[in-house]
Structure formats: structure tokens, C-alpha cells
């Protein structure tokens, strides 16, 4: 519900900008956000059950998805 809700406040504020030229440049910035304001994951490593090319792949999906970094936790008993 909330995001339907910030989703309809986001089409208004996009429509309710005065010239053409200010709701592109609004527009663009949702479509393509700025490095610091796209999210991060927590990345949470267990028992150090992680290898090479697991972090590999890990780290391209990540990158393929356009997250801006993570948060690495590590639990090694």
C-alpha cells in the first residue's frame, strides 16, 4: 500500500513541475539516481561458507542490478 501511495506522489510531483525542461531532468533522476542515492545490501557471510567464484558472481549481480555498495557481516565460529 505505502508504495502505491509514494508511487501516485511521484507521478504528481513529476506533473505538477513547471516547465518541460525541469519534469525531464526530475524524470531522468528517477530513471537513472545518482551512485549515492541507489541502495545497498547486507551481505551476510556464514560460517565462512563462501568461495571465489561464489564472491564473483555475488558481486556481479550486484553490480548488474545497479546497487550502490553493501554492508559485509561475517560470522566465522
Same mark, same amino acid.
Given at each position: 500500500?505505502? +508504495?502505491?501511495?509514494l508511487? %501516485?506522489?511521484?507521478? $504528481? $510531483? %513529476?506533473?505538477s513541475c *513547471? /516547465? &518541460?525542461k525541469? +519534469?525531464?531532468? !526530475?524524470?531522468? &533522476?528517477?530513471? @537513472?539516481?545518482?551512485h549515492? /542515492? +541507489?541502495?545497498?545490501? $547486507?551481505?551476510?557471510?556464514? @560460517?565462512? @561458507?563462501?568461495? =571465489? *567464484? *561464489? %564472491?564473483?558472481k555475488d !558481486? #556481479?549481480?550486484?553490480?548488474? %542490478? #545497479? $546497487? /550502490? &555498495?553493501?554492508y !559485509? =557481516?561475517? @560470522?566465522i565460529?
Amino acid at each position: 500500500m505505502k +508504495r502505491i501511495v509514494l508511487y %501516485i506522489a511521484a507521478v $504528481l $510531483l %513529476i506533473f505538477s513541475c *513547471g /516547465s &518541460g525542461k525541469e +519534469r525531464m531532468e !526530475l524524470e531522468a &533522476g528517477f530513471m @537513472n539516481p545518482p551512485h549515492e /542515492s +541507489r541502495p545497498m545490501a $547486507l551481505w551476510h557471510w556464514m @560460517n565462512g @561458507n563462501v568461495t =571465489k *567464484g *561464489g %564472491i564473483k558472481k555475488d !558481486l #556481479g549481480w550486484m553490480h548488474d %542490478i #545497479g $546497487l /550502490s &555498495g553493501f554492508y !559485509l =557481516k561475517n @560470522n566465522i565460529t
